[in-house]
């Protein structure tokens, strides 16, 4: 009777799955051509990072982070053909370009000499972006052990070289006080960034999140004193939130751009451990909300009550029922928040979002988030958030997103242009032969009062494995509201663990392909060889540039809502810059399934370089379009 019962409670308690006749029909839908990435030759290739004594026996764990990649147009030829990345086997940040796009010129390194440097940081992450709006795309650089560094664009219709970036700090340093020239300024150790228009006065501000307390992580001579997290569930001691209002800005051979701080979020809510940030506005004011992804402990959301000139976030959280376990409630959580990517995911024409944790079966199974958009319009949504509630319902389990491994980095995309959206997926930790899952295990259930001493920590150095052969995860829709992983059928399965993914159609023909960062191995690009391709709305979009030589800048935070002869509405923003370690490009592509000639509606709302909200509705045909926000929509010739 006892295994009746059990085996009948555990054939009505488990998922469908699909069967493998659907996966091989479902992946049929899709072709990827995997290509290596061209990166410059002579760069040392290692496998862990050097620690502070401190960290010394969870070495492995302390470098499991770094591998970044984005994708977008910095040499101004409009289209989205380049990359900047940073591998981890050499602790380099690299521009190259995009595989199979034609675009041609040799990799090189990033180096920002002459600003101080010491050799106890390592790069995390490269943000595009035209920071000084003179219509070129900058680069910023955010470091272990460093303050960000901007490279900023000297302009100019030339290959890219290390020649073309001026490296400029993104924040008042103390100068070289230690007479050896070395960096002495602030220790931040940043795993997060957010590029968005927080205040609404049309200039782009900068969200930076930093993951360890402000203290030598990497430096192998440091001083004691360094710690861990001080909960696994409810970590607040990490290196804090740095949310920066743009001020002024020059052009030319020494662009420049000037950030000031401001107290944007209440410090009891931003100091937790994070390792994703993103940003969209839910409430159609074009000030966009802000989501902050920490590992050990409660996510974050906001909702964005800025005036120009002045930037400030009030935390929302989500509304707990009697049938909802607490860590399903948006800022109830304790799970280990990876990554954040908002996406109109269900077609409903709002913003939803997809946040990754740790979902290893036998290991640690927590729950991947599916924050579904509850509210019925941007005013209910705008009205939920002024009484302090977040539109969001967790739904990951029912639409079978809810686990694939140790999660990190996402995008939402529509990679065959069927109008639904799939989502690529970065997984994997810590690679090596001996299994440490016990080990890790134990540590999750150990007294918060022991997790602040690295002392306390389980062993995770060289060799020892945990969740360290997880593949990349390719989720299509099956068409009744579930999702299915078909990343093993089209070939991704290179188990090196990976962290970001970014999304681009890097030679302009409507499909979008993407390219993965891995830790501790070769970065990935995937070209997308589909055959049966829907149609598509593809959009630039831009603002009037400073620089009479550049096509435009960004319009960060427009969206665009397109409108089907059937009904159908779907929603996108110009992201500036959110998620992990993995930044899309700025284009905006909507596929629509087969519409021929027959026009879409399509609405684009944004703001002007004045901070003034503009909309307008027009009618489009499918392909690309070059489009310039003043006060108007005007269509411009691409490149």
């Known amino acids: 009777m006892v295994l009746v019962l059990l085996a009948g409670s555990y054939a009505v308690a488990r998922l469908p799955s699909a069967s493998e006749a659907d996966r091989a029909r479902l992946a049929s839908q899709f072709e990827f051509t995997e290509l290596p990435i061209i990166l410059p030759p002579g760069l040392p290739v290692r496998t862990v990072r050097a620690v502070n004594p401190q960290y010394d026996h969870i070495r492995s764990w302390v470098s499991s982070v770094g591998a970044a990649i984005a994708i977008n147009d910095l040499d101004g030829g409009g289209v989205a053909n380049d990359m900047c990345l940073v591998d981890t086997r050499s602790d380099s940040v690299i521009v190259t370009p995009a595989p199979g796009s034609g675009n041609v010129y040799q990799p090189f390194v ?3 000499a002459p600003l101080p440097v010491h050799s106890a940081m390592a790069p995390m992450g490269c943000v595009p972006g035209d920071f000084n709006e003179d219509g070129w795309a900058d680069l910023l ?9 901007l490279f900023m664009h000297r302009g100019g219709r030339v290959a890219l070289s290390p020649g073309s970036f001026l490296p400029t700090e993104l924040v008042g340093q103390r100068g070289n006080g230690n007479g050896n020239g070395e960096y002495d300024g602030q220790l931040w150790n940043t795993n997060a960034v957010s590029v968005a228009d927080f205040d609404g006065d049309g200039h782009v501000d900068l969200g930076i999140f930093n993951y360890f307390p402000d203290s030598p992580v990497l430096d192998p001579e440091g001083l004691a004193g360094v710690q861990m997290n001080h909960s696994m569930s409810h970590a607040r001691n ?11 800005a020059s052009g030319g051979q020494r662009p420049s751009v000037t950030y000031e701080e401001q107290k944007a979020l209440d410090p009891a809510v931003a100091t937790g451990w994070t390792l994703g940030a993103a940003s969209a506005d839910l409430d159609g004011d074009l000030l966009p909300e802000l989501y902050l992804a920490n590992d050990f402990g409660n996510d974050r ?12 976030f009030e935390l929302v959280e989500g509304e707990r029922d009697p049938f909802t376990p607490k860590s399903l409630v948006l800022g109830h959580d304790s799970f280990k928040g990876m990554s954040i990517e908002f996406g109109d995911l269900d077609g409903s024409g709002r913003f939803d979002a997809f946040v990754s944790n740790i979902t290893t079966s036998w290991g640690l199974e927590e729950s991947t988030f599916v924050w579904r958009n509850t509210a019925a319009s941007p005013q209910a949504a705008g009205s939920m958030m002024r009484d302090g509630k977040a539109p969001y319902e967790n739904v ?23 109008g639904a959206v799939e989502v690529v997926q970065t997984n994997g930790f810590v690679k090596g032969s001996l299994n440490r899952w016990a080990w890790l295990q134990e540590l999750a259930m150990a007294n918060d009062l022991m997790l602040r001493d690295p002392a306390m920590w389980p062993k995770a150095g060289p060799g020892d494995d945990i969740a360290g052969s997880q593949p990349v995860a390719f989720w299509v829709p099956e068409g009744n509201g579930r999702y299915v992983n078909v990343g093993s059928e089209l070939g991704m399965t290179d188990d090196t663990p990976s962290r970001g993914v970014a999304v681009a159609d890097v030679d302009g023909n409507g499909s979008q392909d993407f390219a993965v960062a891995r830790q501790w191995g070769p970065p990935t690009f995937y070209r997308n060889t589909t055959g049966d391709l829907g149609d598509f709305i593809g959009l630039r979009l ?7 030589d550049a096509l435009g800048t960004p319009a960060y935070g427009a969206q665009v809502r397109v409108r089907t002869a059937d009904g159908r509405i779907r929603v996108a923003q110009l992201d500036g810059g959110g998620g992990h370690s993995g930044k899309r490009s700025f284009e905006i592509v909507v596929g629509l399934g087969e519409i021929g000639d027959q026009p879409v509606s399509v609405e684009v709302t944004w703001r002007d370089l004045d901070g003034v909200v503009h909309a307008q509705t027009q009618e489009m045909t499918r392909g690309w379009h070059s489009l310039m926000l003043t006060d108007q929509v005007r269509e411009v010739s691409g490149r």
């Open 141 to 149: 650089v955010y470091y272990w052990g460093r303050t960000p560094v």
């Open 238 to 248: 990490a290196g804090g939130a740095h949310i920066l209002r743009w001020t002024a």
């Open 542 to 548: 831009y603002r009037p540039a400073a620089a009479d």
């Open 301 to 312: 959301f906001f909702h964005n009550r800025s005036v120009p000139g002045r930037i400030r």
């Open 110 to 112: 990033l180096d920002p």
């Open 396 to 418: 990951a389990a029912e639409r079978n997103l809810a686990w694939s491994g140790w999660g990190w980095d996402a995008k939402m995309a529509d990679f065959d242009n069927n």
